[in-house]
């Protein structure tokens, strides 16, 4: 262990969202429109994010944007046009619906990341806003549905309760580790364990578990020098899961398996079963969309059959 002083995480207030990425496995919708606003159901796969960051007591969003994602930036603006028309037609209901997309307490700044250099580089672009205190990352490609507390709600109490780091994670089929981060936490308790060791999608042979990185992360400020120091790693690109392995002979570090269940929305199939997830928890629409699931599949295996 080092000298470093351990953080207060009883107060993360700030959230980072890394919003730059290219979303090509949405072309041609990701022409024009980012992949954090596609919609599941009637919400964009970010304000699902933002609102757990808002619920677990953030109250400083950070979105690191690129040049061409001003659709996100314009999405948290207030739209005084149409705040105007809802009023007189006296829809208090959707006047309402519009302006919390971002309450009132809560403030969004946006910060450039110029070059897509990876999630890293695009966590270190936040330093400037996050300066010296502990702070949240939210992927939000990994859309968490939870009927109890937010799962970053469940790090930070977490991470407040062990004065540590908190990282989300979840496990996945050996052959699926290229795809993740992958941490080594020999010794769980419960839902956590101590991480040992974590390493950049490696493959299945060199995988050290099966307990790979969902993108909810609970960080220490030191991971900025960290970063700062990183070189590029896995697929070119300047990777957070480096600097945080860089940090964790200085600062613990949990690795927590939350309570929720997490949506792959960075892939198609992931995008459709969230639609499908929340189209059954809205009131309004669960019985009309479990009907047509029925009829369609009941439709779709009769024609297989054929
Ligand atoms: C990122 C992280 C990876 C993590 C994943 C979770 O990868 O680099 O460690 O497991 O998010 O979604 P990406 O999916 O952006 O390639």
Do not use: W
């Not at 945080?244 to 927590?256: D, N, R, T, V």
């Amino acid at each position: 262990m080092s000298h470093v002083a351990r953080c207060d995480y009883r107060r993360v207030r700030k959230a980072v969202f890394p919003v730059a990425g290219l979303g090509t496995r949405f072309l041609p919708a990701t022409k024009t429109v980012p992949k954090e606003m596609l919609p599941v159901v009637d919400r964009p796969l970010i304000q699902y994010a933002v609102d757990e960051a808002i619920a677990a007591g953030c109250d400083t969003l950070v979105f690191v944007t690129n040049r061409y994602k001003h659709a996100v930036a314009d999405y948290f603006d207030t739209a005084y046009e149409l705040e105007q028309r809802l009023a007189r037609a006296g829809k208090d209901d959707l006047l309402e619906l519009v302006r919390n997309v971002l309450p009132s307490h809560v403030r969004a700044v946006f910060v450039t990341q110029a070059e897509a250099r990876g999630l890293g580089h695009a966590v270190l672009c936040a330093k400037p806003v996050i300066g010296d205190e502990p702070f949240a990352v939210l992927l939000p490609d990994d859309l968490i549905f939870s009927r109890s507390a937010g799962a970053l709600a469940q790090m930070i109490t977490l991470a407040s309760e062990a004065s540590a780091g908190v990282i989300a994670v979840q496990d996945v089929p050996r052959e699926q580790t290229a795809s993740y981060g992958i941490v080594d936490a020999p010794s769980f308790s419960g839902a956590h364990g101590r991480i040992q060791s974590i390493v950049e999608k490696p493959k299945p042979e060199l995988a050290p578990s099966t307990l790979a990185v969902v993108g909810r992360y609970v960080l220490p400020p030191e991971i900025f020098a960290q970063l700062e120091k990183t070189t590029p790693g896995s697929g070119g690109e300047i990777q957070l899961t480096d600097g945080i392995a860089a940090l964790l002979p200085h600062q613990p570090m949990l690795a927590y398996r939350f309570d929720g269940r997490r949506f792959d929305c960075g892939s198609r199939i992931g995008l459709v079963e969230a639609t499908i997830q929340f189209a059954l928890e809205h009131d309004d629409l669960a019985e009309e969309a479990r009907r047509y699931m029925r009829a369609a599949l009941e439709q779709a295996d009769a024609e297989q059959s054929v």
